[in-house]
């Protein structure tokens, strides 16, 4: 990361330090949860006056209280799985699908076994670790969002403006009956 500014670089050079940026703030924030689990097991909160983690780091940060609960969250996930959090701070996966994938494998379907869920963690990991140039190069891998699939929209009476639509209809009609007498 050099010191110049955004305006002096040329376009490898802005490409290379928004690249170094991304990987230092997952860097930190993999460190942040490592060391929110840290405090976890050790109990710091007694002599702070806070009954909870994201209380206390919303009152000591500018962070939202909504973002410190999420922080906090995620760290008890990492708790509870752990190949997920060494996925997570390899840096093969991001925060928000290593909570996806640590969700599912906490509250599996009921008729799941544990080894099926052994299983789907390992497909989910490594379906959540594949970029994006990896994929089948549409928009997203859904076959409706390719243009050759896709159909035109077609008018539903349960969508929203079809009164409004019935009325306008329905005074074209009367307004000419009106005028004839």
Do not use: Y
């Not at 290379?16 to 924030?29: F, G, I, K, P, S």
């Not at 500018?62 to 060494?86: D, H, K, T, Y």
């Not at 994006?132 to 969002?145: M, R």
């Amino acid at each position: 990361m050099g010191n110049r500014e955004a305006w002096q670089l040329d376009g490898e050079g802005l490409k290379t330090e928004v690249l170094d940026l991304v990987r230092a703030r997952h860097d930190m924030q993999s460190r942040t949860i490592h060391l929110v689990v840290e405090m976890f097991t050790r109990d710091t909160l007694p002599d702070t006056g806070f009954r909870a983690i994201a209380q206390w780091l919303h009152r000591s940060t500018n962070l939202e209280i909504g973002e410190c609960s999420q922080l906090v969250s995620l760290a008890r996930l990492f708790m509870l799985e752990p190949v997920v959090a060494q996925s997570f701070h390899d840096g093969h996966i991001d925060a928000l699908k290593a909570r996806q994938v640590a969700q599912f494998c906490q509250r599996p379907p009921k008729n799941m076994q544990i080894a099926d869920i052994e299983k789907a963690r390992d497909i989910l990991l490594d379906l959540a670790s594949q970029k994006v140039s990896d994929c089948d190069g549409s928009p997203s891998g859904h076959p409706a969002d390719r243009k050759e699939i896709r159909q035109p929209r077609r008018w539903h009476p349960h969508w929203r403006g079809f009164r409004a639509q019935r009325v306008l209809r329905v005074q074209r009609f009367v307004r000419p009956c009106q005028r004839q007498r």
